[in-house]
């Protein structure tokens, strides 16, 4: 039989068949796909075959992965020389952002959006807690949205609190198959409560002494969308651990780089300290956000930590 995996706790996966009939299901013996070496085999969003083990018991082993069309990788939280595939399958990448409590960096989101070129994810900017805005806020918001839209990314806000932007936020998802991403404390499980109203998944506040978010999700899990589509809630993250990225295919993650990088003096030009750059040149002539250069240099310079 078929299914697609919609949530894997390490060792059992939650598994829908093609009559969407819930399974729960194991692995039996060593998968390894594509050369990717991971803590997790097999991960949300793969589309598996899978044996009844037990008649009457709902119970599986899965046979077969199908080869994935896309899929996002991150650094383990186990260790930074480990992979972990957060999802496989997916339309499009929808990071929840906040620019008050939490405060979401821009460097967060500028890894995101590199692991959502690397593997060829579209990717969606939504901000949250649009109703906490104040004059400071509206204006760092409109700078946001006038950098990565510029760059063609699609950017909204929200405020789950009095429902503001909720529609067209659920229209971007219909029918599509979508990560959700986030710090924790962005309002990531609010979303999914809003959009899901009977999956009622814990959520917690900001923690007062720190600002920072609780962690309220543990495992990447799939749900299905009431007006069609799924989503795929994730755990929230502190960092967006970048792995398989070399240093020399950085800047082809960025779009507004990438349409320059043949301007470059030299093929193997990194946009630090070589002549003939036209990176610099677009940077100091306003045409690339000097923020995202920043964002692309301390993206490079862990890349080269890392390789030591």
Request: aromatic share 10%; net charge negative; charged share 25%.
């Amino acid at each position: 039989m078929q299914g697609i995996v919609y949530k894997s706790t390490g060792s059992w996966y939650s598994v829908k068949d093609e009559f969407g009939k819930p399974w729960n299901a194991r692995i039996k013996g060593v998968f390894k796909l594509d050369d990717i070496t991971s803590t997790n085999p097999i991960s949300v969003g793969d589309i598996v075959d899978f044996e009844i083990e037990n008649e009457g018991e709902n119970s599986g082993i899965i046979t077969n992965i199908h080869d994935r069309r896309n899929y996002i990788n991150r650094q383990s939280p186990r260790g930074k020389h480990q992979h972990h595939i957060v999802a496989a399958n997916l339309d499009q990448s929808v990071l929840i952002a906040t620019i008050k409590e939490p405060r979401t960096s821009q460097g967060f989101i500028d890894r995101f959006l590199v692991a959502s070129e690397m593997y060829h994810v579209p990717a969606i900017l939504v901000f949250n807690k649009f109703d906490l805005y104040k004059a400071k806020e509206l204006e760092k918001f409109e700078e946001w949205k006038g950098i990565y839209e510029g760059i063609g990314y699609k950017v909204v806000a929200m405020s789950l609190k009095d429902k503001t932007g909720l529609e067209g936020v659920l229209d971007l998802l219909k029918d599509k198959i979508s990560l959700v991403s986030g710090h924790s404390g962005v309002g990531k499980s609010s979303f999914i409560n809003a959009v899901i109203p009977e999956k009622a998944i814990r959520t917690q506040d900001v923690s007062g002494w720190s600002g920072k978010g609780m962690h309220t999700t543990t495992f990447a899990e799939m749900y299905d969308l009431p007006f069609g589509g799924k989503i795929i809630d994730t755990p929230g993250m502190r960092e967006f651990g970048l792995v398989d990225v070399e240093r020399q295919e950085l800047s082809g993650y960025f779009p507004e780089m990438r349409s320059r990088l043949n301007d470059c003096q030299f093929n193997n030009c990194l946009h630090v300290n070589e002549p003939g750059c036209a990176i610099k040149e677009a940077v100091i002539n306003g045409e690339i956000h000097e923020d995202r250069y920043v964002s692309y240099y301390n993206i490079l310079e862990s890349i080269q930590e890392k390789s030591w």
